[in-house]
């Protein structure tokens, strides 16, 4: 069974940075997709980037792009989500998420969360000035 436990998250002011953790405990094989995904009060939950693991192939929402990098330590079974340049939009709970899926799925953004094997309890992220 797989748990995920993330931490990182702060109050920062728009421009700021922050990077996200998300630890898992337990067996991640390379067939997983992980992901973060946020949401703010009053708002869908919302998918923000993806990485499948055999691959490291990477999926951004565009509204991250070229703001936001995510990564992962296989040998820590970390995953990151280094979050740069933050607006008050990106404002919201952050969730990692590890499941099954096929790797077009993950990379190209469709899979979002559905059947996850694991999500964590999230981190709060807050831009404000």
């Known amino acids: 069974q797989v748990q995920l436990v993330e931490s990182g998250g702060d109050s920062v002011q728009p421009g700021g940075s922050l990077r996200l953790s998300c630890v898992a405990s337990?067996?991640?094989?390379?067939?997983?997709?992980m992901g973060w995904f946020r949401q703010g009060t009053g708002n869908a939950r919302e998918g923000v980037a993806n990485?499948?693991?055999?691959?490291?192939?990477?999926w951004y929402a565009d509204s991250v792009k070229g703001r936001f990098r995510i990564s992962r330590d296989g040998a820590e079974n970390t995953l990151y989500l280094q979050m740069n340049d933050l607006r008050p939009e990106d404002t919201g709970m952050y969730h990692c998420?590890?499941?099954?899926?096929?790797?077009?799925?993950?990379?190209?953004?469709?899979?979002?969360?559905?059947?996850?094997?694991?999500w964590g309890q999230g981190t709060q992220v807050t831009v404000s000035s």
């Open positions: 990485i499948y693991v055999r691959t490291d192939s990477t």
């Open positions: 337990g067996y991640i094989d390379n067939a997983i997709c």
């Open positions: 998420a590890a499941g099954y899926t096929t790797a077009f799925a993950c990379y190209s953004g469709s899979w979002r969360g559905a059947n996850a094997r694991a």
